[in-house]
Nanobody
Framework: EVQIVESGGGLVQAGGSLRLACVAS????????LGWFRQAPGKEREGVSC????????YYAESVKGRFTISTDNAKNTVYLSMNNLNAEDTAVYYC????????????????????????WGRGTQVTVSS
């Protein structure tokens, strides 16, 4: 059974930093594409970043490029999202997702947007940035 659990959310002041963690189990971690999405109140879910298996290519949404970094620790079956220089627009529930196909990362890099049709999802962790 696939399980995905996010942690690391919280309340932070504008300009501050947080690091989200997502621990996954039930599949071969290093063979899967991993992604982070977020959903703010009243808005649609948005793809933030993803990382491909194997070559580790990464995608970032324009809104977070240069401020967020996605990384993995295969020994811990964990994917991280390091977030710096946070602002109020980053306030959202952040979700981790996994999928066996590298298609999602390739398409995100080609089209400039992440699709939402990923196999497995966590329940999310709240990030609140106070201005």
């Amino acid at each position: 059974e696939v399980q995905i659990v996010e942690s690391g959310g919280g309340l932070v002041q504008a300009g501050g930093s947080l690091r989200l963690a997502c621990v996954a189990s039930g599949f071969t971690f290093e063979d899967y594409a991993l992604g982070w999405f977020r959903q703010a109140p009243g808005k649609e879910r948005e793809g933030v970043s993803c990382i491909a298996p194997g070559d580790g290519r990464t995608y970032y949404a324009e809104s977070v490029k240069g401020r967020f970094t996605i990384s993995t620790d295969n020994a811990k079956n964990t994917v991280y999202l390091s977030m710096n220089n946070l602002n109020a627009e980053d306030t959202a529930v952040y979700y981790c997702a996994a999928d066996s196909s590298p298609y999602h990362v390739r398409m995100a890099l080609a089209l400039g947007v992440m699709d939402h049709d990923w196999d497995s999802w966590g329940r999310g962790t709240q990030v609140t940035v106070s201005s």
